[in-house]
């Protein structure tokens, strides 16, 4: 049986994920410092992070904008839950691990190939908890 579905509207359209953070400027320094991105914009309780390709929006938790009814939230601080992941997919993971590493990022554990096969990923967290992935294909 076949789903019949359609497309994304718009075939140049990327995903940007936004994360709430507690601190901004925290998070920054792990992002830019750390990970390498780089700011596009910044204002009080925001930037937008060029990392690679992608782009990854940092937004200071609390009330939402006029336009929004949802308010955003910054992860639980809990030990083993995360609420959400980015991942960043290159093109040798231990290589990419290595050079964060000399920034300071510190990993869960070495880079590894799941049990699955296919691909090469490790893991860190951000100073907020949200889960970072390393990866790339066998």
């Known amino acids: 049986m076949t789903v019949d579905r359609a497309a994304f509207p718009d075939p140049s359209a990327g995903i940007a994920p936004l994360l709430a953070v507690a601190d901004l400027s925290r998070s920054l320094r792990f992002w830019v410092d750390q990970v390498g991105g780089d700011v596009q914009m910044q204002w009080d309780t925001y930037a937008l992070v060029q990392v690679g390709r992608g782009r990854l929006h940092l937004a200071v938790a609390g009330d939402p904008p006029p336009d929004r009814s949802i308010r955003l939230v910054p992860p639980v601080d809990a030990d083993q839950q995360a609420s959400g992941e980015v991942v960043i997919e290159v093109a040798d993971c231990r290589a990419v691990v290595t050079a964060l590493q000399s920034r300071g ?12 096969g ?9 100073p907020d908890g949200h889960l970072l992935e390393i990866t790339s294909p066998t």
């Open 105 to 116: 990022v510190r990993f869960l554990g070495p880079a590894a190939e799941p049990a699955w």
């Open 118 to 126: 296919g691909e090469v990923r490790a893991f860190a967290l951000d």
